[in-house]
């Protein structure tokens, strides 16, 4: 027995410390810091991570396990996950979602973030989980207007009219009513204890930070001015809120930046002057803002990656102003003449990656506020066989939500070259003193 002991302590000995969970992010200055050492992230969208979590029906566990060993191979250990979704009448929105009424939650969906939330702990990634939509694919502010207003949903897939819809889903920031509902839903989600490691949420430093929603807007740019106020005030307040369930973790708003304040630089820098706001953000959307032609990327690349990188130094030189860390946490492209087959070739996105990490890397390497990214979106093996290539309930995800052609700016699996360039930017951050 003796001998058999001293054999099996032997062995025990030779295995590798499991990895100690890492600590949680904190800001320092103008950068993060993690563990005692600065924090820099090339990380992935990764939207429907609770949804794959899901019991069967409506989650793919295996397929969950399965890429988050691919990202966190890849370097890619940083994950933005959308954390609340609303039933909605609207076409293109995702089913299930987390709220079925206001509040009344799915249980499915709230086990499901539980679960990716465990494995992303397995494997010492972090997490930043959003709380909402302003825009239509998972019911968002819209569909709170409509609980609260008796109205129907004012659906952009129907209408077309997209300014129209901004304003519609601005008036949220002002309805005590739909304010209630989300903060009980924000109240659900933060203070939820995991059911699978027992772990709370405001306790476990695999939630990085909690972000009010996605892209939220004044409105349009148009009209929005007339909303900036509520806007303003809505941020403050939530953050505030959010700040006193989660002390431990960070804060921040899901603003695209400039293009998501009127095209203004001060109502960005306004909104986010808040003490609550623990670090900025902003996304980067060439092809949807025009920069870039969607149905041939290369054909006004050049020009495109100059407005790009012009968009990038704007936002890093706002985040010097406010004295907080800034991360680029979505930016894409298109597969090359506009195709969603994987198959299509991603010369011009594969050139935009590269543009734009070596772009951040100059900037974090000069000391400035850049501490990470997040393209946008990770698709691992989802993939669609529908003809018109959207999304249908009960269909595989992808990294492209409901509302968008299944192929549109996805990074699936068998997009090597692309997924090489990440994992490099990665290193190169690693390498960073
Ligand atoms: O948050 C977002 N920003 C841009 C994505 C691609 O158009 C879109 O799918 C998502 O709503």
Redesign the pocket.
């Known amino acids: 027995f003796a001998f058999a002991a001293a054999v099996l302590l032997a062995v025990l000995q030779c295995l590798p410390a499991p990895a100690a969970a890492s600590g949680f992010v904190r800001v320092d200055g103008t950068g993060f810091v993690l563990d005692g050492k600065p924090y820099r992230f090339a990380g992935a969208?990764f939207?429907y991570g609770a949804y794959l979590g899901a019991p069967d029906g409506v989650g793919d566990r295996e397929r969950l396990r399965a890429e988050l060993d691919q990202l966190k191979a890849a370097g890619i250990d940083n994950l933005r996950v959308l954390a609340m979704s609303e039933a909605s009448g609207f076409r293109r929105g995702v089913r299930p979602a987390f709220m079925v009424a206001p509040g009344e939650y799915d249980q499915r969906l709230l086990e499901g973030l539980d679960v990716l939330l465990d494995e992303m702990r397995k494997r010492d990634m972090k997490a930043v989980l959003y709380l909402n939509?302003f825009?239509q694919?998972s019911g968002g502010m819209s569909q709170y207007v409509s609980w609260f207003s008796g109205e129907p949903v004012f659906d952009p897939d129907e209408t077309g009219d997209w300014n129209g819809f901004m304003q519609n889903s601005a008036r949220f920031y002002a309805m005590p009513d739909a304010q209630a509902a989300y903060r009980d839903a924000i109240r659900t989600v933060v203070t939820r204890r995991n059911s699978v490691n027992g772990i709370a949420y405001a306790e476990d430093p695999t939630v990085m930070s909690w972000q009010l929603a996605?892209?939220p807007r004044p409105g349009s740019d148009a009209a929005g001015a007339a909303n900036f106020q509520a806007y303003r005030a809505w941020l403050d307040d939530t953050a505030a809120f959010i700040r006193q369930l989660a002390p431990r973790q960070l804060v921040s708003t899901g603003s695209?930046g400039r293009m998501g304040s009127l095209g203004e630089d001060d109502y960005y820098l306004i909104a986010h002057a808040s003490p609550h706001i623990d670090y900025l953000t902003f996304?980067l959307?060439p092809s949807?803002w025009g920069w870039i032609d969607h149905h041939d990327p290369a054909a006004r690349l050049e020009a495109g990656l100059q407005a790009s990188l012009e968009y990038i130094d704007r936002h890093v030189e706002m985040a010097a102003r406010l004295g907080k860390p800034i991360v680029l946490s979505?930016f894409?492209l298109n597969r090359d003449k506009g195709s969603y087959d994987p198959a299509a070739p991603v010369a011009a996105r594969d050139r935009f990656y590269q543009a734009v990490y070596a772009r951040l890397l100059q900037h974090a390497r000069a000391g400035a506020p850049i501490a990470g990214s997040n393209f946008?979106?990770w698709g691992g093996r989802g993939r669609t066989s529908n003809p018109d290539w959207m999304w249908k309930e009960g269909d595989p995800f992808t990294g492209?939500?409901p509302?968008?052609a299944q192929g549109?700016?996805s990074l699936f699996d068998s997009d090597r070259s692309t997924l090489e360039i990440v994992s490099a930017h990665a290193r190169q951050l690693r390498a960073l003193p």
């Open positions: 969208n939207w939509n825009w694919w996605n892209e695209e996304h959307w949807n979505e894409g946008w979106a492209d939500p509302q968008e549109l700016f």
